[in-house]
């Protein structure tokens, strides 16, 4: 747990034939869910994300492989390293993303409270930044 996200820990039904993994809306997923996506086929040196949303909720799960996750409210920056199915990562609104370091392996799944927008998300880090400050004004 840190101040730029929160680690959810999802309920594993393992048998002797693996494991179930179940994530319903509004209980492991906090929130109404409106999109999932996907990203698959990743390379190590061609880091992704680089934006903040103005009014998205996002849970990200690494389903397979490892990579580095980023975080940053503007004023504190952490850094996760996601490598575990039965974990998502919940970031709230106005966070900065970057996503690094994905193994050859690596399978991301996001499930998204918002349907796609292009205007929903800030590209540039010091507009994020700026925005940040008015919040907090
Ligand atoms: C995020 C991180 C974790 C769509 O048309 N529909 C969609 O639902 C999404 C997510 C993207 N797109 C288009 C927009 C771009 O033309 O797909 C292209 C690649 O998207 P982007 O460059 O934003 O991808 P990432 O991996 O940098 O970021 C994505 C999400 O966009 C973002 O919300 O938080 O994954």
Redesign the pocket.
């Known amino acids: 747990m840190n101040m730029t996200s929160q680690v959810l820990n999802f309920p594993a039904l393992v048998d002797q034939r693996g494991t179930l993994i179940a994530l319903e809306a509004t209980r492991e997923i906090p929130f109404q869910i409106r ?1 999932v ?1 996907f ?1 698959k086929d990743l390379k190590g040196d061609a880091p ?4 903040a ?1 103005k009014n ?1 909720k ?1 849970v ?1 799960i690494c389903l397979s492989g490892s990579f580095r996750l980023i975080l940053d409210d503007g004023y504190k920056r952490d850094s996760i390293v996601m490598n575990e199915g039965s974990q998502g990562v919940l ?1 709230e609104e106005m966070i900065w ?1 970057e ?1 690094h370091d994905f193994t050859d392996d690596c399978l ?1 799944l ?1 499930i ?1 409270s918002e349907f ?1 927008t ?1 205007d929903d ?1 800030i590209r540039d880090y010091q507009s994020f930044k700026d925005a940040r400050k008015l919040m907090a004004k």
């Not at 992704?48 to 934006?51: A, I, K, Q, S």
């Open positions: 999109r996506y990203i992704r994300g680089f934006h949303h998205l996002q990200v970031i993303r996503m991301i996001v998204a796609y292009e998300y």
